[in-house]
């Protein structure tokens, strides 16, 4: 059973448009978090939700909206594509926002813009 | 800010041996944790191993072992007995506890290459 899954697993779009990216996990955990990995391989916080309200923001670009109808579910907006964005996108869970517990990661979206 | 250095862009080891991959951390904090990653070449990342910071004992799981030196400030990810599956990219991560929520702060990752 997957834990925590992403679709879709690969886009490709042009500049300029709008795209989403699901998140969703079976953990029964508290808190979801964004992840993005540019090309040099280096991961970077975007955003984390405990129990759908948000709690981090790390000075992503407003057109970066994450949005959390339920607690298992996280998904990812992105306006206006530009090409930077270009990166691998990973969602991951943990069973709540300040424990030591590990966070699960997702497999990932690789997001290409064209 | 705490911050996280691996200082090993990459190694390389013989399938059987041994192999150390290096993580320093830097933080103020007293309370923190220290997480290993594996991210093989299909992308997704992979948990190995945890170590508290008021844990006396250096954490194991099967053939991960991390050795924890609090003084020095240094997390290092020990996998014994290589083999060729363990081929991957190795990320050192610190959860940073901030005001009722963690995150964690990456390092920029070791490439490990198992040789037969």
């Known amino acids: 059973d997957t834990a925590v899954s992403q679709t879709p697993k690969y886009l490709v779009t042009q500049m300029g448009n709008d795209k989403s990216i699901k998140c969703e996990q079976n953990l029964g955990h508290d808190t979801m978090y964004w992840y993005k990995q540019d090309s040099k391989k280096f991961l970077k916080i975007m955003f984390s939700y405990n129990n759908k309200e948000l709690i981090i923001n790390e000075t992503v670009p407003n057109r970066f909206s994450p949005k959390s109808p339920d607690k298992a579910h996280l998904n990812l907006h992105i306006n206006s594509l530009e090409l930077g964005d270009s990166a691998v996108y990973f969602c991951?869970?943990?069973?709540?926002?300040?424990?030591?517990?590990?966070?699960?990661f997702g497999d990932g979206t690789r997001l290409s813009i064209l | 800010a705490q911050k996280i250095t691996q200082t090993q862009p990459g190694m390389f080891v013989q399938e059987k041996e041994a192999v150390t991959l290096d993580c320093t951390y830097d933080?103020?904090?007293?309370?923190?944790?220290l997480f290993w990653y594996k991210q093989p070449s299909s992308g997704e990342m992979i948990f190995l191993i945890y170590q508290g910071s008021y844990d006396e004992q250096n954490a194991t799981e099967g053939r991960y072992s991390l050795n924890f030196q609090k003084a020095r400030k240094s997390a290092n990810l020990v996998i014994s007995a290589s083999q060729l599956g363990d081929s991957a990219m190795y990320f050192c991560?610190?959860?940073?506890?901030?005001?009722?929520?963690?995150?964690?702060?990456f390092g920029t990752g070791t490439r490990l290459l198992v040789s037969p």
């Open positions: 933080t103020s904090d007293q309370s923190y944790g």
């Open positions: 991560a610190m959860r940073e506890l901030l005001t009722g929520f963690q995150k964690l702060v």
């Open positions: 991951a869970s943990s069973p709540d926002r300040d424990s030591g517990q590990p966070q699960h």
